[in-house]
Every structure is written in C-alpha cells, then in structure tokens.
C-alpha cells in the first residue's frame, strides 16, 4: 500500500483489546530477558557475597535491591520509547501488526511517550480498567491512548 492509498489516519482501524495483549505478553518476554541480564552484570560487578540466607529466605542489600529497581525501571521504560518513537512498534507490535501513532498518523515523541508510559501503568494495574475504555470510547482508544495524544492501529497486511 503506498502513502497515496493508504487511509486517512482518523480512517485507520483501531487495535483490539486482545491484539493490544497479546503484544504486551510478547514484549513482556523479552523485558524479563533484558532483566535477566541486568541482574546477571550487577551480581557480576558487585559479587556473590552480598546476599545472604536467613532461615531459608535470601536477604540482598537494600541499596543493591534499589539499584536494581531503578535499572529494571529504566531499562522497561528505554525499551518502549525507543521502538515507539523510531518505529512506532515494539517486537510484539510488529508480530500482532499493530504500531503506535500520534493522532495525525505519524511517529509519537519523547513526551508523548512519557505521558503514555505514565498513564499506562495505572491503567493496566487498576484492574485493567485503562484497557477496558477501549469498549466504552467510541474511537476504541484506551485511557492513556487519550492523555497521550497517540492511538494503536492496525497495520494493514502486505
């Protein structure tokens, strides 16, 4: 399809709920690698010797453990604004053929991309009541689909 056929961006259909999962748990894969790996450098920079195990249950410096919270934070965030703002799709995205757009069809920013990542954590852990929007708004936008100015379509197949 090319940009002389494509639809108009306010024509373009919007991703279902469950496409919109169904990336997230592709996504959700490769953030817990990505995890993995920053546990595993931050036990090799540090060492073994900073955990212990007391009556069965290990115990981590609490500075570490905050360390590692910030990056696992850090990393999950720099990976989402990454593929949204250069390519507008994630890896799940582009399996489930779904891409993030601002609401004129082009590419989201930074702070587009901050907003969302704000406003989608309280969405999905609220129940998921963020994502069930979707049912109620008659775009079939989600609520940080609307504090961010963006939108999740459908990419057409080739």
Not at 42 to 54: A, E, F, H, K, N
Not at 58 to 84: A, E, H, K, R
């Amino acid at each position: 399809m090319t940009a002389a056929t494509a639809p108009a961006p306010a024509l373009q259909p919007r991703a279902g709920l469950l496409r919109r999962l169904a990336a997230l748990l592709y996504d959700a894969f490769l953030v817990a690698s990505i995890w993995m790996l920053l546990g595993f450098l931050l036990q090799l920079i540090v060492g073994p010797d900073t955990s212990v195990l007391v009556d069965g249950r290990v115990q981590t410096d609490p500075l570490l453990s905050n360390i590692l919270f910030v990056l696992m934070l850090g990393s999950c965030s720099g990976f989402y604004l990454w593929f949204w703002t250069h390519s507008g799709q994630t890896l799940g995205m582009l399996a489930w053929r779904i891409k993030l757009v601002n609401n004129t069809g082009q590419l989201i920013t930074v702070q587009q991309g901050i907003v969302r990542l704000l406003a989608a954590w309280p969405a999905f852990f609220l129940l998921g009541l963020g994502y069930l929007w979707l049912y109620v708004d008659p775009l079939g936008d989600a609520v940080h689909d609307k504090f961010s100015k963006t939108r999740v379509i459908i990419v057409p197949g080739t």
